[in-house]
T-cell receptor, first 113, second 111 residues
Framework: GDSVTQKQGQVTLSEDDFLFINCTYSTTTYPTLFWYVQYPGQGPQLLLKVTTANNKGISRGFEATYDKGTTSFHLQKASVQESDSAVYFCALVGDSAGNKLTFGIGTRVLVRP | AQTIHQWPVAEIKAVGSPLSLGCTIKGKSSPNLYWYWQATGGTLQQLFYSITVGQVESVVQLNLSASRPKDDQFILSTEKLLLSHSGFYLC??????????FGPGTRLTVL
């Protein structure tokens, strides 16, 4: 079945630091890949979508790049702010109907002022 | 614009008691609907999805069931709660482009 691996459980940064979160995946189909962000007590929000067609997504200062060779897609932001503190999940849709979404374990990002 | 509403916001229930959680989506006809469970500090586990009224597919069996009685409504239920059912329950909807949008969630505590 599909799987998504996030190895970084927590990342602690200072404001204006560079953020990089890596995610690797395994699937037998052409994947559609997502990054979601979840703030405390809320449902996850869709941050970015990356497909094998476009290889890259950009939103709210975040950028996600897909690498088919290493089956990875990472999330980065050049300069984080305290308001970026949240849990970031990578996720994968691997079925052709697009209904089965598999999430990674999440990376908690703490940005100190 | 589409809006998704979940009820109740939070529940505290006893082990062995029944449960019913609801989700309504407005502003989108014939959405695909989903239920997820999230343990505290954990990842999201997809439980059920539905692409049309009266039709529900199970992804993971956690002694829960789901129903879709109306086009805009998705219900999650069980007749007998377990301690392991505690967590955050999230409803989501999607368009045809695979993007899923989540509701605010229901916090369930089973004692």
């Amino acid at each position: 079945g599909d799987s998504v691996t996030q190895k970084q459980g927590q990342v602690t940064l200072s404001e204006d630091d560079f953020l990089f979160i890596n995610c690797t995946y395994s699937t037998t189909t052409y994947p559609t890949l997502f990054w979601y962000v979840q703030y405390p007590g809320q449902g996850p929000q869709l941050l970015l979508k990356v497909t094998t067609a476009n290889n890259k997504g950009i939103s709210r200062g975040f950028e996600a790049t897909y690498d088919k060779g290493t089956t990875s897609f990472h999330l980065q932001k050049a300069s984080v702010q305290e308001s970026d503190s949240a849990v970031y999940f990578c996720a994968l849709v691997g079925d052709s109907a697009g209904n089965k979404l598999t999430f990674g374990i999440g990376t908690r990002v703490l940005v100190r002022p | 614009a589409q809006t998704i509403h979940q009820w109740p916001v939070a529940e505290i229930k006893a082990v062995g008691s029944p449960l019913s959680l609801g989700c309504t989506i407005k502003g989108k006809s014939s959405p695909n609907l989903y239920w997820y469970w999230q343990a505290t500090g954990g990842t999201l586990q997809q439980l059920f999805y539905s692409i049309t009224v009266g039709q529900v597919e199970s992804v993971v069996q956690l002694n829960l069931s789901a129903s879709r009685p109306k086009d805009d409504q998705f219900i999650l239920s069980t007749e007998k709660l377990l301690l392991s059912h505690s967590g955050f329950y999230l409803c989501a909807w999607s368009r045809d482009n695979y993007e899923q949008y989540f509701g605010p969630g229901t916090r369930l505590t089973v004692l």
